[in-house]
């Protein structure tokens, strides 16, 4: 199995700041990354494929990038309903999926 | 509207079964790949078990020989039937649909569709 990891695995943040989440694989998986946001008692939710592909809805203040080993997931602004888990997962070796770990963003 | 309604789950006790089961509507579960994920107390996601093209299946290590994935097209229904159970399978499970989106010349696996959860217990 592709190992994933995520860093860091927990993340405090303010209202209006811009953070970064970093997920690392441990081979190359080209741009089959994806990122799903999972907030406690809901259905994890889409935000992003191959990479950098924002789903129609998202708003715009989320952004992804990477390709290879090494991708990032960004949000410009934070804003009070980002506060969440997040997950990246390749889908390189389909069907033998695998997800990073989790960066939980919470409010400083 | 697009929607897998899941059911099943409870309390069980190590070495014991359950089947899970996941009802959708708005699309037919036999022409999409589906997935099993779960979450264990506290901790991140995992894809348990894929069935795919042809009804193969795929399973995690953590549960290969004792999971079986398989679905019902009659019923639009898809299963999870978890034999000799352990206290590490306890976790809420989500099933999901699998799809790909086309996007520069490849198609890309994402789970756009998920059951609302269930939560399986393992102990006695």
């Known amino acids: 199995d592709i190992q994933m990891t995520q860093s860091p695995s927990s993340l405090s943040a303010s209202v209006g700041d811009r953070v970064t989440i970093t997920c690392r694989a441990g081979?190359?998986?080209?741009?089959?990354l994806n990122w799903y946001q999972h907030k406690p008692g809901k259905v994890p939710n889409l935000l992003i494929y191959?990479?950098?592909t924002l789903l129609s809805g998202v708003p715009s203040r989320f952004s992804g990038s990477g390709s290879g080993t090494e991708f990032t997931l960004t949000i410009s602004s934070l804003q009070p309903e980002d506060f969440a888990t997040y997950y990246c997962?390749?889908?390189?070796?389909?069907?033998?999926?695998?997800f990073g770990q989790g960066t939980k963003l919470e409010i400083k | 509207e697009v929607q897998l309604v899941q059911s099943g789950g409870g309390l069980v006790q190590p070495g014991g079964s359950l089947r899970l089961s996941c009802t959708a509507s708005?699309?037919?579960?036999?022409?999409?790949?589906m997935t099993w994920v779960r979450q264990p107390p506290g901790k991140g996601l995992e894809c348990v078990s894929v069935?795919?093209?042809?009804?193969?299946?795929y399973s995690a290590d953590s549960v290969k020989g004792r999971f079986t994935i398989s679905r019902d097209i009659s019923k639009n229904t898809l299963y999870l039937q978890m034999d000799s159970l352990r206290a590490e399978d306890t976790a809420v499970y989500y099933c999901?649909?699998?799809?790909?989106?086309?996007?520069?010349?490849?198609?890309?696996?994402?789970?756009?569709?998920w059951g609302q959860g269930t939560t399986v217990t393992v102990s006695s």
């Open positions: 997962q390749q889908t390189y070796s389909t069907p033998q999926y695998t």
């Open positions: 081979q190359s998986i080209s741009r089959y």
């Open positions: 191959a990479a950098s």
């Open positions: 999901a649909r699998d799809v790909g989106y086309y996007d520069t010349n490849a198609y890309y696996y994402v789970l756009d569709v």
């Open positions: 708005g699309f037919t579960v036999s022409n999409y790949y």
């Open positions: 069935i795919y093209s042809g009804d193969n299946t």
